[in-house]
């Protein structure tokens, strides 16, 4: 079992930072890939970001290239998402997840989110 708190979300303007944490308990967090979601009132949630558990690896959806970065320290059990140049698109609600069969598709385990609001 692995639980995920989220933290770091806030109101920001746009064109400034934020740093998401995502603080996970749990023997076998480090063992697992993870990834960062997001979604807005009334729409779908959509992928951000994943890292590989060692970190070496990632991937971005397009609008996320450039702008965030997603790390993880396994030391902390904790992954980051870093989000700088905020539009107010962004604004939404994020999600860190992860799970034994990321891989595929499958998170199996979710935080409870934090808001992020990017003001105009």
């Known amino acids: 079992q692995v639980q995920l708190v989220e933290s770091g979300g806030g109101l920001v303007q746009a064109g400034g930072s934020l740093r998401l944490s995502c603080a996970a308990s749990?023997?076998?967090?480090?063992?697992?890939?993870a990834g960062w979601f997001r979604q807005v009132p009334g729409k779908e949630r959509e992928f951000v970001a994943d890292?590989?558990?060692?970190?070496?690896?990632?991937s971005y959806v397009d609008f996320a290239k450039g702008r965030f970065t997603i790390s993880r320290d396994n030391a902390k059990d904790t992954v980051y998402l870093q989000m700088n140049s905020l539009k107010p698109e962004d604004t939404a609600v994020y999600y860190c997840?992860?799970?034994?069969?990321?891989?595929?598709?499958?998170?199996?385990?979710w935080g409870q989110g934090t808001q992020v609001t990017v003001s105009s």
């Open positions: 997840a992860t799970g034994p069969h990321v891989f595929r598709g499958e998170y199996t385990y």
């Open positions: 749990g023997r076998t967090f480090s063992n697992y890939d």
């Open positions: 890292i590989s558990w060692s970190g070496f690896s990632s």
